[in-house]
């Protein structure tokens, strides 16, 4: 493909990118994709709590999202689609590899604005949320990252996990009030 065509079809609109990649043309695949990539990757470093495992989730998500294009039945659903595909991928993989996530790895406090003072508060807080994320029951850590670290909805996490909403509330609250317990020293 020449360069011409190439800024052509980015500049073709999302629902005829979808139908051309739905047609199996990778570059407007990759085109349609490229916009939401890194919001991809810093929802499964959240729910993974690395970058490695996060790339895998991000790679069989892209990959499925290839495979299975086809089944979006609205163009502007596409972004909500992915992102429910990066986070369905990300909770398998963390099935799979390690029961506890840990949120050490994307938490970057050095912006240079905060002093020496502020920076070891907040690296403390930090420790203190993680060993505290470490002791919830596996599902009541993703709910809970799902949740308040990737923006998901009631429903979203229930379909993500395979559980009903309530119940999904239900380990949001118990993961909620733990959490401030330990936060607060109150165990």
């Known amino acids: 493909m020449t360069e011409l065509s190439n800024r052509h079809l980015a500049e073709l609109a999302p629902s005829l990118l979808l139908q051309r990649a739905v047609d199996g043309d990778s ?70 590899r390690k029961p506890n996530a840990d949120i050490d790895d994307y938490h970057h406090l050095s912006d240079g604005s905060a002093s020496p003072e502020d920076l070891a508060m907040s690296r403390s807080e930090i420790d203190t949320l993680s060993q505290a994320l470490k002791k919830l029951p596996v599902d009541q850590q993703q709910v809970w990252i799902m949740r308040e670290y990737g923006a998901c909805s009631y429903q979203e996490i229930a379909q993500s996990l395979g559980m009903s909403t309530p119940s999904v509330r239900g380990k949001l609250a118990r993961a909620r009030a733990t959490l401030l317990e330990e936060m607060e020293g109150k165990n």
């Open 27 to 96: 570059q407007a695949f990759r085109l349609l994709v490229q916009p939401y990539l890194p919001m991809m990757r810093a929802y499964a470093i959240r729910l993974t709590g690395n970058s490695a495992d996060a790339d895998d989730a991000l790679q069989d998500s892209l990959l499925q999202a290839w495979q299975k294009l086809d089944t979006l039945q609205d163009p502007a659903q596409f972004k909500s689609w992915v992102m429910k595909l990066t986070g369905r991928k990300s909770i398998d993989l963390l099935r799979k």
